[in-house]
């Protein structure tokens, strides 16, 4: 029975010196004084820190000096938490990278109590691990391989009644993004075995450039194979040489080496139902001509690996991508020699994990930061500690959160009532974009009622009752509370007037932002003029539009600036040369190739606006409805003038001379993707083509929805609205202009407010979610099914289910998922890398839109597809992976 991983630090051994630095490595000697620093003393030269940047909470101590002979230097401290349910650590990572994490628990009798509490681990808002069943003198540590998402990491200590909780040491070393790579959640180390080593020596940095710890264990039916050859390591996992310089090997003649734990054990302290195990081979005999070591390996006696032969001249590691599950707790790896085998298998080394789930992500960054500075502002002395609204058992009071398990919880509800706050209103809480109630009442708050309080999209609620502020409440509240869309309560303010007269004497408002440039306002007032003068002669076919685009490049001090973005007729027809090559046509609109300066090439789109047809008589009402298009068009210029983002076309200019009205857009060498899926094209993109693909216009639209505020809902999604650069990188088009321009003849409009493509229209229609960046996101998971199947949205001739949607999922009750990638692929992906592509769309294309996920989950999670695809396609020579060509459903269709 293998033990669990409890043991002591004795002696560790740096014999092996690679040379290799300690980058990246952050090394926390928890209770360690602040601004203390040492390089550790036992030979691996770790430089550890104290920790005190990293949490507010908390006591120092030392353990008793009798233990310190027996470890190393960075358990002789640790930091204690006798107040508080749970105290977290905060720190900085970078996001993305495969992180190996360690804390280290030595208690040493620091309190005189000589006994052990038992208390539990957070990472984040997942539950990590009990610290129990140790001894005063014994060092224990846990561990978890995890690719954070964010920014920082949380690690939490929970008291959970039995003692209070304490750390000796955190550390964090970042490991090959290509190792360790499994499909869902974080590893949890069960144990880490340098397998038939006999002495007391457990080896960790600089010997293992990873500084993973590798404890010594061996059983009696087993004997050692030794050799002084240094083993040459893989490229990716890199066991040290000396680990595996030995290796257990069964004793007298027996034929195996049997490997077994029991999970439902609670003696051994094993935890978890899905363990994954990573076997490191290396032959160390020198082999005669007549000699041959082959064997299976079998896991609960069916075989997981079929004749395996370890290499004498590199280091080979076994392991599988998919979890070993057992049903009743009993796991058993056994390596069988095979009959023509001449020799008994071996092992040097063997690591078992246990998969932690660690799907519950933290709070938004942006709402964590904001709701941090509410608190610093007012210097409130709230017991608020860790994430604000995950685990939902320790949501900070006064907070409510959206979770709804796909995009990252909000909060949106902010409780502050009567908690003696002072000063003015703060601007951070304009930060706190979701929030739908605010109440501040019963507080000695002062100042005015600032604009931004109106300029909070969702808010439902406002109470800033019995406080005393003073000046006048924005007329935009009082009107939203007056239609009823905001229940605003401002009573017992004394010196405040919250009627609109007040606001009419006192016009201007210090408090709002002077955030457009002139140059801006300039290129707006030229557009508006344009479009009063057109208005006016009733053209019925009218364009203008402008909209700066590269910020940087955008003098906004020179009103005449905006006057080079706007063309001629002349002009135009000369970047054209004279209309001469057409790039393609889109409903009523050709667009051509042109080059301005002779140098930069554009692609310029003559088009003309849709006319509200109709006879005389029901033309005056057809100029209001114009009217009001214009009005709407405008606000839309407005915001597009601040859009600029590297997955968006650009556009450079406009032309508007009579019935002469065109856009100038950034020339996109490789047209666009509907013609690629299509077979038009003679090159087939490759997966990963595919994937950057999909990732760019996912940022592109991820930038409108959560980069703009208001969010832009770009409305007509589609693959022909993605176009691709020389180099096959994408960007979005015609975002934010979509519902007032038909684009191509498939565009249905079946009101002027409502465009888009059929095929891609968002069928959820109960939430009015057209309006919202959820249709978007259905339209996108459409575009990413057609990456993965090149088929188009709807197949006329497949009558049993003619949308994409419904093909795949009815195709994948029946096949694997290989029969639904574009064929024309010949197999050239990794099979992880799609099944994982075709979630993130099937979530996207979920009927009910609360269901889809936002787009920077759909960004995060198609970037982890890229590196399943990219670290699979690397190096197969000594990490063989299995491929399931299986795929479960997240249950998203109930
Ligand atoms: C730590 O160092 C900073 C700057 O070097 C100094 O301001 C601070 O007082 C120091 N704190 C302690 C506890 O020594
Ligand atoms: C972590 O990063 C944040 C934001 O970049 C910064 O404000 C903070 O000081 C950093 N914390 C530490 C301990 O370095
Ligand atoms: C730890 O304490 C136990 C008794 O509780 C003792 O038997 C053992 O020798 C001690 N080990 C060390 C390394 O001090
Ligand atoms: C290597 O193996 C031999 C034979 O089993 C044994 O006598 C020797 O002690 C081993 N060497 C080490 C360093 O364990
Ligand atoms: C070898 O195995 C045989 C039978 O399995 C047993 O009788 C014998 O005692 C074993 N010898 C040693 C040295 O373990
Ligand atoms: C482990 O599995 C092998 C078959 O692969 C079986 O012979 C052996 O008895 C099993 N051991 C335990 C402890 O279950
Ligand atoms: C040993 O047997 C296996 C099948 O059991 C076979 O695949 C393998 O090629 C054989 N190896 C040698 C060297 O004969
Ligand atoms: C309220 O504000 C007024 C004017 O700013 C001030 O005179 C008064 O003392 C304030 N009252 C309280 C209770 O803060
Ligand atoms: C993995 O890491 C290597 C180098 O550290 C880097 O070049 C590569 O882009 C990374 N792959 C992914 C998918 O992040």
Not at 498 to 522: E, M, R, T
Not at 544 to 572: C, G, H, I
Not at 755 to 771: Q, R, V
Not at 881 to 887: C, D, G, N, V
């Amino acid at each position: 029975m293998l033990k669990s991983s409890v043991f002591a630090i004795l002696l560790v051994f740096a014999l092996f010196v690679h040379g290799q630095d300690q980058s990246g490595f952050i090394s926390l000697d928890c209770g360690l004084p602040r601004n203390e620093s040492y390089k550790e003393t036992s030979g691996t030269d770790i430089n550890y820190i104290s920790d005190a940047p990293f949490i507010k909470t908390g006591i120092s101590n030392s353990i008793a000096p009798e233990y310190k002979a027996y470890f190393q230097d960075q358990l002789f401290h640790l930091r204690s938490f006798p107040d508080g349910i749970r105290n977290c650590y905060r720190v900085n990572v970078t996001r993305g990278t495969r992180y190996l994490i360690r804390a280290s628990f030595l208690h040493g009798n620091y309190d005189g109590q000589n006994t052990v509490p038992q208390f539990d681990l957070h990472l984040g808002a997942n539950f990590w691990a009990t610290v129990k069943d140790y001894k005063v003198n014994l060092s224990n540590s846990k561990e978890i391989i995890h690719v954070p998402l964010q920014d920082y990491v949380r690690v939490c200590l929970v008291n959970t009644g039995s003692g209070t909780p304490f750390i000796s040491a955190l550390e964090f070393r970042p490991l090959r993004n290509d190792t360790y790579v499994i499909t869902s959640g974080s590893l949890a180390l069960t144990f880490r075995f340098d397998m038939g080593s006999n002495n007391d020596v457990v080896y960790r940095y600089p010997t293992d450039v990873f500084d993973r710890m590798w404890e010594p264990y061996t059983e009696n039916e087993w004997t050692q194979l030794n050799t002084s050859r240094v083993v040459n390591p893989s490229k990716n996992y890199q066991p040290p040489s000396v680990v595996m310089m030995t290796a257990a090997m069964p004793k007298n003649g027996s034929s195996r080496v049997d490997m077994h734990w029991n999970a439902l054990d609670p003696r051994t302290g094993i935890v978890g139902d899905e363990f994954y195990v990573y076997m490191h081979f290396a032959e160390l005999q020198e082999l005669e001509t007549n000699e041959f070591r082959a064997f299976d390996i079998a896991f609960n006696g069916d075989v997981w690996y079929e004749g395996f032969v370890p290499d004498s001249s590199q280091e080979i590691t076994i392991s599988k991508t998919s979890p070993s599950i057992s049903t009743d707790g009993k796991y058993n790896f056994s390596l069988i020699q095979l009959e023509n085998s001449t020799l008994p298998p071996i092992i040097n080394a063997f690591e078992v994990f246990s998969r932690m789930d660690t799907s519950q992500s933290e709070t938004d960054q942006d709402d964590v930061e904001a709701i941090t500075n509410i608190r610093s502002n007012y210097g409130m002395k709230r017991n608020w500690d860790g994430d604000p609204c995950v685990p939902v058992s320790f949501m900070w009071e006064g907070l409510n959160c959206s979770n709804d398990g796909f995009d990252l919880p909000r909060i949106i509800s902010l409780n502050l009532s009567s908690s003696g706050l002072t000063g003015e209103i703060t601007p951070y809480i304009s930060k706190l974009t979701m929030i739908q109630s605010l109440d501040l009442s019963n507080n000695s708050l002062t100042g005015s009622v600032p604009d931004f309080l109106s300029k909070l999209p969702n808010l439902r609620i406002l109470n800033l009752e019995k406080n005393n502020l003073t000046g006048s409440v924005p007329v935009e509240l009082i009107e939203r509370s007056k239609s009823g869309s905001l229940s605003l309560s401002v009573g017992q303010n004394v010196y405040l007037c919250a009627s609109d007269s007040c606001n009419k004497k006192k016009k201007s408002n210090p408090l709002i932002p002077i955030s457009a440039s002139i140059g801006a306002l300039v290129v707006l007032l030229i557009a508006v003029a344009i479009l009063v003068a057109v208005l006016i002669r009733r053209k019925q076919a009218v364009m203008l539009v402008s909209a700066f685009v590269n910020a940087k490049s955008y003098n906004q001090n020179d009103p005449f600036e905006s006057r080079k973005r706007q063309f001629t007729y002349a002009e135009v027809t000369k970047i054209t040369n004279n209309f001469e090559k057409v790039l393609g046509k889109g409903g009523s609109a050709l667009v051509y190739y042109g080059l301005i300066d002779d140098s930069t090439p554009v692609a310029v789109k003559m088009l003309s606006l849709p006319s509200v047809q109709g006879n005389r008589n029901s033309q005056l009402e057809n100029d209001t409805k114009q009217e009001h298009n214009y009005q709407q068009f405008l606000a839309e210029v407005k915001l597009l003038m601040t859009v600029y983002h590297g997955n968006l076309t650009s556009l450079v200019g406009y032309c508007n001379e009579g019935t002469n009205m065109g856009l100038i857009y950034e020339y996109m060498a490789n047209g666009d993707l509907e013609s690629h899926l299509s077979g038009k094209k003679a090159n087939v993109l490759s997966w990963e083509a595919r994937l950057r693909i999909a990732i760019d216009a996912a940022q592109g639209l991820e930038y409108l929805h959560d980069g703009c505020k208001p969010p832009i809902i770009h409305r007509d999604v589609k693959t022909a609205n993605i176009l691709l650069t020389e180099n096959f990188r994408a960007k979005l088009a015609d975002f934010g202009l979509s519902r007032f321009f038909a684009n191509d003849g498939s565009t249905h409009i079946s009101t002027i407010h409502i465009a888009g493509t059929p095929g891609y229209l968002d069928p959820d229609i109960t939430n009015n979610s057209w309006l919202n960046e959820k249709s978007d996101v259905f339209s996108y998971g459409v575009v990413l099914l057609q990456i993965i199947t090149s088929r188009p949205a709807i197949c006329r001739t497949d009558d049993e289910n003619p949308h994409i949607s419904q093909w795949v999922r009815f195709t994948l009750v029946n096949g694997d998922i290989t029969s639904i990638v574009d064929p024309r692929l010949e197999g050239n992906f990794e099979i992880n890398s799609v099944s994982n592509a075709v979630k993130i769309a099937m979530a996207c294309v979920s009927l009910t839109s609360n269901l889809r996920p936002g787009m920077s989950q759909v960004v995060t999670e198609l970037k982890n597809c890229l590196a399943e695809e990219l670290s699979a396609g690397s190096n197969y020579s000594s990490a063989i992976h299995e491929s399931t060509s299986r795929i479960e459903f997240i249950s998203l269709e109930s």
